[in-house]
């Protein structure tokens, strides 16, 4: 299932738009088999390219991430002042 993006804001002043999905009624096969759940957070860089901040990982069971924590890790999405070296 997913939900629609919408518009989201962080502490910095950093806009983009947030989109939710997550799976329901999975077959628990084995002992790791879950219902899962991701967020993404798309915004545009001092470049102007689209990027994203994502979590993905399962859902109603021990550990898994609470929502406040994201909410909390989500708001602080940030531009660096120097672009980050890209990786080989």
């Known amino acids: 299932k ?3 993006a919408k518009p989201y804001t962080t502490k ?7 989109a939710r999905a997550w799976s329901e009624n999975n077959p628990k096969t084995h002992k790791c088999a879950s219902d899962g759940k991701a967020i ?25 991430v609470p929502e406040e924590l994201i909410q909390r890790v989500l708001s602080t999405v ?3 002042k120097t672009a980050p070296k890209k990786m080989d």
């Open 2 to 4: 997913q939900e629609k």
């Open 40 to 64: 993404v957070f798309a915004f545009k860089n001092g470049a102007g390219d689209y990027v994203s901040w994502d979590l993905s990982g399962p859902k109603g069971v021990d550990g898994e």
């Open 12 to 18: 910095s002043g950093l806009t983009g738009s947030v």
């Open 78 to 80: 940030r531009l660096t």
